[in-house]
């Protein structure tokens, strides 16, 4: 059974805080993603990483950092947490692009104080 | 560029009646289509998927029809019940590139 797991799944932090949010898959696959839901917005990307080593920019960036450090784990990273950066942030995984499934995590939720 | 069009923000029906979702893309490639959906408290699970190469999604009573010639998807079910209540996104892969692209969702309460 294919597994993401997050971790904090409830996050009260203040602004200008540093946040991490962690992510941690089984499924051996090579893509990771960071989403970020809101309402009237759907999902939107903000990093996603091809295999350890590498993060790349997806929708919306800004005031965002990615670490993959290996294979199973992806960190999002708020380095000045702001208000707008509450949300519900979701991670997934997936095999390869587009055409491909992506399995996601139960979210975490972050509010900036 | 490309995109996704979820026009119906919310949709509320009663236990045993039709459902139909509409969702329209653009895209200059060959995509591939899904609709994802989201039960309260977790994350996104995929439904149904389609390509060019099928046409046609059936899962848990749940049927998606990709017609290339009005860039539509839209998502049915004959006879929906309380536990169909859940967030739906009509979701379009991109076969040459990294990512998807999600639409704005469908909320879809069902009274019993």
């Known amino acids: 059974e294919a597994a993401v797991t997050q971790s904090p799944r409830n996050k009260v932090a203040v602004t200008g805080g540093k946040v991490t949010l962690s992510c941690n898959q089984t499924n051996n696959h090579n893509n990771m993603y960071w989403y970020r839901q809101d309402t009237g917005h759907g999902l939107r990307l903000i990093h996603y990483?091809?295999?350890?080593?590498?993060?790349e920019k997806g929708d919306i960036p800004d005031g965002y950092k990615a670490s993959r450090p290996s294979q199973e784990n992806f960190s999002l990273i708020l380095e000045l947490a702001t208000p707008s950066q509450t949300s519900v942030y979701f991670c997934?995984?997936?095999?390869?692009?587009?055409?491909?499934?992506?399995?996601f995590g139960p979210g975490t939720r972050l509010l900036v104080l | 560029g490309d995109s996704v069009t979820q026009m119906q923000g919310q949709v509320t029906l009663s236990e045993d009646d039709f459902l139909f979702i509409n969702c329209t893309y653009s895209?200059?490639?060959?995509?591939?289509l899904f609709w994802y959906v989201q039960y309260p408290g977790e994350g996104p699970q995929l439904l149904l998927k389609v390509t060019t190469a099928n046409n046609k999604g059936i899962s848990r009573g749940f049927e998606a029809t990709y017609d290339k010639g009005t860039t539509s998807f839209h998502l049915q079910k004959a006879s929906v019940q309380e536990s169909d209540s859940a967030v739906y996104y009509c979701?379009?892969?991109?076969?040459?590139?990294?990512?998807?692209?999600f639409g704005k969702g469908t909320h879809l309460h069902v009274l019993p």
């Open positions: 979701v379009l892969g991109d076969t040459n590139a990294y990512k998807v692209i």
């Open positions: 997934a995984s997936g095999d390869s692009g587009g055409q491909d499934t992506q399995y």
């Open positions: 895209t200059t490639w060959y995509p591939t």
């Open positions: 990483s091809y295999g350890a080593g590498s993060t």
